[in-house]
């Protein structure tokens, strides 16, 4: 049984880094898709950076593209999200998730990722 825990939020001004993490159980040495979505109230779920397990491609959305890095440690089986250069409107619920085993290409369809960690709460404000 796939499951995901998220841990690493907090609060932090503007300007500031965060490192999420979410440990990973249930998963072999084969190829999934991860990705990190996080979730603003009254704001649609948004899938911000996938990685491929196998191959370490990667992608990132727009608005996160080069202050946000999703990296993997296979022997940890943990994923990470760097996050510099916080902004206020980077205030969110981070969610870890995961697809099913197969071959994805990156970025797979957001709607692939069937598996979710609980969130972690992440505020930047000064």
């Known amino acids: 049984q796939v499951q995901l825990v998220e841990s690493g939020g907090g609060s932090v001004q503007p300007g500031g880094s965060l490192t999420l993490s979410c440990a990973t159980s249930?998963?072999?040495?084969?190829?999934?898709?991860m990705a990190w979505f996080r979730q603003s109230p009254g704001k649609e779920r948004e899938g911000i950076a996938q990685?491929?397990?196998?191959?370490?491609?990667?992608y990132y959305a727009d608005s996160v593209k080069g202050r946000f890095t999703i990296s993997r440690d296979t022997s940890e089986k943990t994923l990470y999200l760097q996050m510099n250069n916080l902004k206020p409107e980077d205030t969110a619920m981070y969610y870890c998730?995961?697809?099913?085993?197969?071959?994805?290409?990156?970025?797979?369809?957001?709607?692939?990722?069937?598996?979710w960690g609980q969130g972690t709460q992440v505020t930047v404000s000064s």
């Open positions: 990685i491929n397990t196998v191959g370490g491609l990667t």
């Open positions: 249930g998963y072999t040495d084969r190829s999934v898709n």
């Open positions: 998730a995961a697809t099913p085993v197969g071959f994805y290409g990156v970025p797979a369809s957001w709607a692939a990722f069937r598996y």
